[in-house]
């Protein structure tokens, strides 16, 4: 994309007033590049595909998905922190990027501050986290599961799409809420995890519909259980842990930031853009079909969210030990 146009275009837009949508129609024929923070055929990597197919039919432009996986995401958060604000490069992250792994030492990035050196440019969906049992543990409820963990002579093993993720703090918050005696198995993503699990070499996972979801068609997986306090519409039956976990609960959701020098129009017209493409019928049925809830927050709402969800994340990793020797 050609950097000199782009500003061209920004200042152009803030001289004259022009409203976020046809802002975004000027947009038509301009590169932007997508960069994720996990593997291709995760549930952040669908959910950012998901996005950049309708921005592109949204405002004309084309948008690229690269992807930049590992260290926690602090590789792609890096690699954007650095981009120069008119280079049209975003970052796709779960929120773990910005309230977990800064709190852990093992985790946080040492050479960029995501809160310093990103800009949050939208939060469009709540990333729901499922607990799934395999076919070799012989249960199919979550009461069952619960009973068979508490009564096992050996911890029963739950399988970790990485350590410090929303996945593991789901499994640890179990481990204390139920009393129960888990062991936690490490894997750098959740394909190589599921992989395992279908073979009988894990117990129980916390995953996603995206990824788990072939394995459960093919009967190699059970759902028991949502770790958020809601139930959803593409698991009819599959009940919360709300009352397990004693009406606490893990942030999991994924969101589009900007490197912190992108002009504040350009933030503004691909945050407008983002909800009106979340918000589309299309674009929300694929979401939700693939276990992924629709957000459309205001900017102001989000950075509000970011921060305060941050003070909570703090204090809830002080609460758990995460084990790094594995």
């Not at 350590?163 to 129960?180: D, M, N």
């Not at 028991?224 to 942030?251: D, Y």
Request: aromatic residues 8%; without cysteine; neutral net charge.
């Amino acid at each position: 994309m050609d950097r000199r146009q782009l500003l061209t275009t920004l200042a152009a837009a803030l001289a004259a007033g022009i409203t976020s949508t046809s802002f975004a129609q000027q947009l038509a024929g301009k590169q932007f590049r997508f960069v994720v923070g996990y593997p291709a055929g995760g549930v952040v990597d669908f959910a950012a595909r998901t996005i950049a197919d309708g921005l592109s039919h949204e405002t004309g432009a084309t948008f690229i998905i690269e992807n930049k996986p590992g260290a926690a995401s602090n590789i792609a958060t890096e690699f954007v922190a650095r981009q120069p604000g008119d280079a049209g490069v975003f970052g796709v992250f779960a929120n773990s990027t910005l309230t977990t792994n800064p709190f852990v030492p093992q985790l946080a990035s040492k050479s960029v501050d995501p809160f310093k050196d990103l800009k949050p440019v939208a939060a469009f969906a709540d990333m729901i986290l499922v607990l799934a049992v395999t076919e070799q543990l012989g249960v199919k409820s979550l009461d069952a599961f619960l009973a068979k963990a508490k009564a096992s002579p050996t911890p029963l093993r739950v399988g970790l799409a990485g350590i410090g993720s929303p996945h593991h703090l789901a499994a640890l918050l179990l481990e204390r809420s139920a009393q129960l005696n888990l062991t936690m198995v490490p894997y750098k993503g959740g394909a190589p995890m599921i992989a395992d699990a279908a073979g009988g070499h894990l117990d129980a996972v916390f995953t996603t519909v995206p990824v788990g979801g072939p394995m459960v068609a093919s009967g190699k997986l059970r759902w028991i259980a949502i770790a958020q306090p809601k139930t959803i519409s593409s698991l009819p039956g599959v009940p919360s842990l709300v009352e397990v976990f004693k009406g606490s609960s893990v942030p999991s959701w994924i969101g589009v930031f900007a490197p912190s020098s992108t002009p504040d129009a350009l933030v503004a017209m691909m945050h407008d853009s983002i909800n009106k493409v979340v918000a589309s019928a299309t674009v929300a049925d694929k979401l939700r079909k693939n276990g992924l809830e629709p957000l459309n927050w205001t900017l102001p709402e989000t950075n509000t969210f970011i921060s305060n969800e941050a003070v909570f994340m703090k204090k809830f990793l002080s609460e758990f030990k995460l084990d790094f020797s594995a």
